[in-house]
């Protein structure tokens, strides 16, 4: 089996293992990694954080955003093959937000435009990651084009969030694949 069909395979069965969790313990693993990434200390220091929105059942990061409503949160709008980020007010989410492409929760298009080179950390959507830093995605090569990009911070630090049971050793890997710089579960961070 080659590393695409391989990729399939797992992310199909790590996505209706996750969406299986009972909601109760959904919420309780979704706060547990909110409670490791506000004691990171990177996440600390930053000003600016491009974070997601949960769809499927991925790990909900609404209780990060409350503990820290002072930070500038950016959103992704997916336009074309690309991400496009927008400042959001973390207070005001639910007002600033509409369901966009792919049936993602989104940013509205009307919001300002986050400056990449400001970002200090992305926490990245994760299907599964391994212990080498690796992420599967969904498919689409959308945070693999973004983190490609030439125009971020080059002291950017990449955090890929996932469950605890979608850390695995190892995971199928294509020459675009970009390793993240640590990897947060409701288990805790494990940095790179």
């Not at 949960?54 to 930070?71: G, N």
């Not at 400056?115 to 992420?135: E, F, H, I, M, N």
Request: hydrophobic share 40%.
């Amino acid at each position: 089996m080659n590393p695409a069909q391989h990729k399939q395979q797992l992310r199909k069965q790590l996505i209706n293992a996750r969406q299986s969790l009972p909601s109760h313990l959904w919420q309780q693993k979704s706060e547990a990694i909110c409670h490791y990434l506000s004691e990171w200390e990177p996440i600390h220091a930053a000003q600016v954080i491009l974070a997601f929105m949960s769809l499927y059942q991925e790990p909900d990061l609404t209780c990060l955003w409350q503990a820290f409503p002072h930070k500038i949160w950016g959103l992704p709008r997916c336009q074309g093959k690309e991400l496009i980020w927008h400042l959001v007010n973390a207070i005001y989410l639910s007002q600033e937000t509409e369901v966009g492409a792919y049936g993602i929760p989104e940013p509205l298009p009307t919001l300002p435009l986050v400056d990449l080179t400001k970002v200090d950390v992305v926490l990245v959507p994760s299907v599964a990651c391994d212990r080498q830093g690796y992420r599967l995605g969904y498919g689409g090569g959308f945070y693999d084009r973004f983190l490609a990009r030439k125009d971020i911070s080059p002291t950017l630090k990449t955090v890929g969030i996932t469950f605890a049971n979608s850390h695995l050793e190892g995971l199928p890997t294509e020459s675009w694949d970009i390793p993240l710089n640590a990897v947060c579960t409701e288990a805790g961070i494990q940095i790179f």
